[in-house]
């Protein structure tokens, strides 16, 4: 530091100030600057402060002298106000369960080590990097749909798709094979793939074994890393993958449609290719495919008294099917496809048109580009104002939301 020439040092200091998380005072502290600044510099050294809760610390350098007196902090005569603090972390010690915040863990998820720094911030994502659950002193894992009891190595409730998987319990974990498998939240979105139909969930791919059980993939299509991780996932499927990815997190609402169509009891195939549909077509077997499915357009059906078509049944309400992206037309138009098939999940495709802004224009169409433009709104892009036909935004300019005739005559009463 250098002060101007006296005979006496300037009342100049570099001076702290810790506080705990509440900002109440802990402890303070201050180094002066001596006579040895006169004309030169001098560098002030505060000796080392022991942090041991969470906090705040203040640090700062102030001249108080009422003389008229110049003072400067530089470490040298070209960098002004410098002031360097270093960050010593403390070693990491050993802590006996439950769990803290790094752990090591049998192959079910009990945890018999536990490591922390002092003051650390607790993690409570731990196991598969599931939060962990430890009110009341259960400790239980959440998995989304239901929770995970890593002492027993089991689900308190059972399975929802117990019934594609007869011949293990309702409620195993992992196919009892943790080390081999993984326990997902649904499995209902898929990605057709050169290397076969593979399970999408919120990023990673997984692919069914012989056993009928999922695994992560890390097949021919999968970039693996040196510990044999994947880094990402190769061509066209990784074109799908980050598209997702990006929908999700960019956008709530996608991220929304997305989660609803992975937990769905139907199953969606994405088929990235190059001869985009307006709508999810369905597999009704025998090499025939169902545009118009009565599951899917379910109300439609109800509406008006009878089925659509005589070749696919209707016996539920909702359905699954492919999802026909066309990878040229960006996120934008896999969100459009993901809003026909989110109705399809729900039974509410309708293939009627109705008169809105003084032109016809299909409700299945109507509603998918309300999905697109709300996915539009969330990524800061111009919003669709047609389908090619009349204007599908309001006199606001915003998204149209239209509901199915047999929806709005529920809501009307008769």
């Known amino acids: 530091m250098a002060g101007s020439p006296n005979n006496g040092a300037p009342a100049a200091y570099l001076n702290y100030i810790l506080f705990d998380n ?58 002004w106000d410098d002031l360097k603090i270093t960050h010593r972390k403390s070693r990491i010690v050993q802590m006996p369960a439950p769990p803290r915040a790094g752990d090591d863990y049998c192959p079910f998820g009990l945890s018999f080590n536990s490591y922390k720094r002092p003051a650390e911030t607790p993690q409570k994502f731990k196991y ?22 890593a002492v027993l190595g089991r689900f308190p409730t059972q399975d929802r798709f117990a019934d594609k998987y007869h011949y293990m319990s309702p409620y195993q974990y992992a196919a009892n094979n943790p080390i081999k498998y993984i326990d997902v939240n649904g499995d209902s979105l ?55 990815g990006k929908l999700q997190m960019k956008s709530e609402f996608a991220n929304g449609i997305i989660s609803t169509l992975q937990g769905s009891d139907n199953n969606f195939t994405i088929k ?18 169902g545009i118009l499915n009565n599951n899917g357009y379910a109300f439609q059906v109800l509406d008006q008294g009878q089925q659509l078509v005589d070749y696919a049944p209707f016996n539920q309400i909702g359905s699954g099917g492919d ?25 509410m495709l309708d293939s009627r048109k109705v008169q809105i802004n003084g032109g016809l224009e299909e409700i299945r169409e109507i509603r998918a580009v309300y999905y697109e433009n709300r996915i539009r709104q969330d990524l800061g892009k111009s919003l669709r104002k047609s389908y090619g036909g009349p204007r599908l935004l309001d006199g606001n300019k915003n998204p149209i939301y239209y509901s199915t005739p047999f929806l709005q005559k529920l809501m009307l009463g008769f």
């Open 190 to 244: 898929w990605i057709k793939s050169k290397d076969g139909n593979l399970l999408y969930e919120n990023g990673t791919l997984y692919s069914r074994g012989d056993d009928g059980n999922l695994s992560e993939y890390k097949g021919k299509l999968a970039k693996l890393d040196k510990e044999g991780n994947v880094k990402r996932y190769k061509g066209i499927l990784g074109t799908t993958v980050n598209a997702l």
């Open 272 to 289: 990235p290719n190059n001869n985009t549909l307006n709508y999810a077509p369905v597999d009704i077997g025998n090499g025939r495919v």
């Open 323 to 347: 999802i026909n992206w066309n990878p040229s037309t960006g996120i934008i138009g896999l969100g459009h496809e993901l809003g026909h098939s989110y109705d399809a999940n729900f039974g």
């Open 22 to 79: 509440q900002f109440t005072y802990l402890s303070s502290g201050f180094r002066a600057i001596s006579t040895a600044a006169s004309g030169s510099f001098e560098r002030l050294t505060i000796a080392d402060i022991l942090i041991n809760q969470k906090g705040y610390l203040y640090i700062y350098v102030g001249n108080e002298d009422m003389s008229n007196v110049n003072v400067h902090f530089p470490a040298t005569p070209q960098a």
């Open 128 to 149: 598969n990097g599931k939060e962990l659950q430890d009110e009341l002193g259960l400790g239980w894992y959440d998995y989304g749909a239901r929770y995970y009891d």
